[in-house]
């Protein structure tokens, strides 16, 4: 039986993905963009959290060029609004689900803040393992952290052969 994957995108993935300036290399822009439209063209579902959404906004207001830090914005906000509009080119997770933030905050207290794991890292693992629990289930399903953060793929669902790591 084929295999079929869901990612989890983690921010290391869309500074990348994104080429944020001192947060880049040309290099791993493009083996992630090459990941992403070969993730896309075989219609994986693509997931990035709101938490890594925020966290890559902080990383784009420091970027000292005005003119800059304005065209990154609005890329990153377009791309955003067609994800909760249209679910491309990602979902956003979790959305609307407001009592999941609860469930993140205590999953960051109970099980991730005695390994050091804060909580947008440790709220794309939690969702990683609920897609995989709830959504992703079935023997031919993978679900796999996009991430350059070698820490952060170790708590994976799924281990994925090829990762890149950076």
Same mark, same amino acid.
């Given at each position: 039986?084929?295999?079929?994957?869901?990612?989890?995108?983690? %921010?290391?993935?869309?500074?990348?993905?994104?080429? #944020?300036?001192? @947060?880049? %290399?040309?290099?791993?822009?493009?083996? #992630?963009?090459? &990941?992403?439209?070969?993730?896309?063209?075989?219609?994986?579902?693509?997931?990035?959290?709101?938490?890594? +959404?925020?966290?890559?906004? @902080?990383?784009?207001?420091?970027?000292?060029?005005?003119? =800059?830090? &304005?065209?990154?914005?609005?890329?990153?906000?377009?791309?955003?609004?067609?994800?909760?509009?249209?679910?491309?080119?990602?979902?956003? +997770?979790?959305?609307? =689900?407001?009592?999941?933030?609860?469930?993140?905050?205590?999953?960051?207290?109970?099980?991730? #803040?005695?390994?050091?794991?804060?909580?947008?890292?440790? %709220?794309? +693992?939690?969702?990683? &393992?609920?897609?995989? =629990?709830?959504?992703?289930?079935?023997?031919?399903?993978?679900?796999?952290?996009? %991430?350059?953060?070698?820490?952060?793929?170790?708590?994976?669902?799924?281990?994925?052969?090829?990762?890149?790591?950076?």
């Amino acid at each position: 039986m084929k295999s079929v994957a869901a990612y989890v995108i983690d %921010t290391s993935y869309l500074l990348e993905l994104y080429a #944020i300036p001192g @947060k880049s %290399t040309p290099d791993a822009v493009s083996e #992630i963009r090459n &990941r992403l439209r070969s993730a896309a063209a075989s219609r994986s579902p693509l997931y990035i959290t709101v938490p890594s +959404i925020y966290e890559l906004a @902080k990383h784009i207001v420091r970027i000292p060029d005005g003119n =800059q830090r &304005r065209r990154y914005a609005v890329h990153v906000k377009n791309d955003v609004l067609s994800s909760l509009k249209e679910g491309t080119p990602w979902n956003v +997770i979790p959305s609307r =689900q407001f009592d999941t933030l609860g469930q993140l905050v205590s999953s960051f207290v109970e099980n991730h #803040i005695h390994e050091g794991i804060d909580l947008t890292d440790g %709220t794309v +693992i939690d969702e990683a &393992r609920r897609l995989r =629990q709830e959504r992703y289930k079935g023997p031919g399903w993978r679900v796999h952290i996009w %991430t350059t953060d070698g820490r952060l793929k170790a708590e994976e669902p799924d281990r994925e052969r090829n990762a890149y790591l950076g």
